[in-house]
Every structure is written in C-alpha cells, then in structure tokens.
C-alpha cells in the first residue's frame, strides 16, 4: 500500500530561539543547520532576515543542504503600505532562502487589538504577501508557506474569519497553510475536530500543525492534527520554544517511524540510518546551548532505557521487549541497567558482563557484592 508523505519542519533556529536563556551564535546557526540536513528534515527555519545582525547575515549567503529547504521566518506586509514599499518585508523576499513562511493573523480580536486594522485589510495583506513569494511580477517564485497565527482559538471564537485567513493564504498560492496553536491551550479533542473541518476548505496535502507546549500536549497535539489531515509537521529539537517549548521533533519523529499506526500509513525523509543519529542530534543541542541533556526525555534521555528494579532487570535480559517499547539503538540510545538498592542480581551481571568481567550467576560473590551496594546506599551513596 502506497504510504502519503509527512513533511518536517524545523523551527529550532527560530521559534527556538525565543526560549528564555537560549542565544544562538552565527556558527552555532551553521552547525544545527548541517546536523538537522543530515538527520533528514524537509525544512529548517533559519531565523528572521532583518531582525537581528545574526539572522540577517546567516541569509545572506546560500546554504548548501543536501535534503532539507532552507527557510526565511517573517510577518507578511504592513498595512497601508504596498509590498514594494514595505522594508521589513523587502528584507525577506531577498533572503537566500528557497521557502519562506510568513505570519499572519487568524483571531479576529488580534487583528483589531494587535494590528488596529479590519479584517478585510488583513485578509488582504495575506493575499499580497504570499502572491509577492509564490507569483511575483519580477523575480524567482518560491515556497510560501502561512503561519496561521492564533488559529485554533481564532477559529473557536469566530470560525468563519479563521478560515476565511487559511483559504485565502491556499488560495492565493501558498505551498502550506499552517493552523498554529500560539497560547498552547488547545487539547487533543478539539485540535482533532477543527483540522478534520479544516480540511474541508484547504486540502491536507497542504495543511500543517504547528503547536505550543503550554498544557505537556504539544506532541498529542501534533498527532492528533496528523490523524485528522495535516501533512506538515512544525516543531524543534529538544521541544525548545516560546514559554513552554514548541512540539518535540525528538519525540515526533521516531514515534511517526517506529509506531505502526504512523509508520503503516506515512513516510518521511527520514530513514533508519539517519534515525539512529537522533540521540547525538539532541545532545550536540543541549552542549551547543551548554545546558544539560533531560535525562528523562523520551528516546533520546539518559534514563529513557535505564532499569533499576531488579524484577524489571530479569526480564530484559531475557527478552528486551518486555519493558522497552522500542529497540534504544533504532534512535541512537542504548539499555541501561542500574546498579542500586533496588537492584537483583541481574542488574549487577549485565553491568560486570558490559564491563567485560567474566563470573557466574551463582557466583557467591555476586550476593555479596549486592549486600554491600544497598548497606551503602543506605548509608546516603549512590
């Protein structure tokens, strides 16, 4: 059975930038780019030409990738002003970037308080702006993508002006309509129930997901937009962002390849080989950043694959998949069995048999040796 194509986008360098304590370098840009090329993303958002010296200058040169779509982050033009007269949004149709996703309004309430401008005037400017990117009258077209800013809670508080933004950015020839949960306070249900409404209007094969972390359902979320019809999936790396962080790419990514119900039905760019470099992705952010890797993150934590109960321990040395559910080396991870007061004496033969040192299961050592692990522990080490 022919599987439909999912689309990763990655918004680390952008959206994750935006997370309180993280400062991206020029060369740090350079090297998260390469890693998420190499790990098989579809688009990287590099950050936001014209806003800072930073991201400016990393849009000044072309980017040479070998499978991901370099991408410019803006917002589309201003009101009262025509897109040739509009430096902002100069700068950003002359970024090297093959896509750019701008943002725009999709709550009615934002437009009248954030941008004090009609709603025809907005729905306007979306058209102006992404047929400036996709159909200009001078110039190479390229990818234009919509950030449908506030759309969920855009569209639970005036339905009809929330897709009126959504169809009228596919209409005027955006690649990707993206519905963005920009407070975080969409739950599963009803992310589900709006996408299976929106696809009515914009069609799937052009509809993304871009959620916020601010309820821990930012993930839930994005799958459930997925089951409902969006083929674009945004999100960063380690679940940096805004607040409480944007969807997990590393949680994401392997559930989409290694659980059946995403695997059987979609594809990506990602392949096995490069699946197994997840964990070293991760933690080359965290030391990029200098800040330590969660070691209780899905997949890629230290702990993701850690036993310490000794019942628990048993049973994976004799068959893994009892309590592991999925194999740690498919994403770059690997099986760790503590040694502690909680501990069996398997715990302590799988440790002495990594550490190559030879003895037997009824060694009368081995009981010993756990005596002494837990009077110790008990005594405050660890």
Known sequence: MTRERLYLFDTTLRDGAQTTGVDFSLEDKRLIIRTLDDLGLDYIEGGYPGANVT?????????????????????????????????????????????????????DYHVRVALGISNQDNLEGVAQSVEAVARPERGVPREAMIDCEHFFDGYKGNRDYALAVATTAYTSGARWVVLCDTNGGTLPHEVSEIVAEVVKHVPGSHLGIHTHNDTENAV???????????????????????????????????????????????????????????????????????????????????????????????????????????????????????????????????????????????????????????????????
């Not at 970024?95 to 750019?100: D, T």
């Not at 039905?265 to 096995?272: D, H, L, Y």
């Not at 933690?283 to 890629?300: C, F, K, Q, T």
């Open 55 to 107: 991201d400016t200058e990393l849009f000044s040169t072309e980017q040479r990738l070998e499978r991901a779509t370099f991408t410019a982050f803006g917002m589309t033009k201003r009101a009262g002003r025509s897109v040739s007269n509009d430096p902002g949004f100069q700068a950003i149709l002359q970024a090297k970037a093959g896509a750019i996703c701008l943002v725009a309004k999709a709550w």
């Open 220 to 382: 839930a979320n994005t799958l459930a937009a997925v089951r409902a019809g969006a083929r674009q999936i945004q999100g960063a790396l380690n679940g940096l962002g805004e607040r409480c962080g944007n969807a997990n790419l590393t949680s994401l990514i392997p559930t989409l390849l290694l659980k059946r119900e995403f695997a059987d039905r979609f594809e990506t760019q990602v392949v096995p080989e490069q699946l197994r470099k997840l964990t070293h992705a991760s933690r080359l952010l965290d030391e990029i950043l200098n800040r330590s890797p969660n070691r209780h993150a899905p997949y890629v934590g230290e702990a993701a694959f850690a036993t310490k109960a000794g019942i628990h321990a048993s049973a994976i040395l004799k068959e893994p998949a009892t309590y592991e559910h999925v194999e740690p080396e498919r994403v770059g991870n690997r099986r760790r069995v503590l040694v502690s007061d909680q501990a069996g004496k398997s715990n302590l033969l799988y440790e002495l048999e990594r550490l190559g040192v030879p003895v037997g299961r009824d060694d009368p050592r081995i009981a010993q040796l756990l005596d002494e692990v837990k009077a110790r522990e008990a005594m405050g080490y660890a």
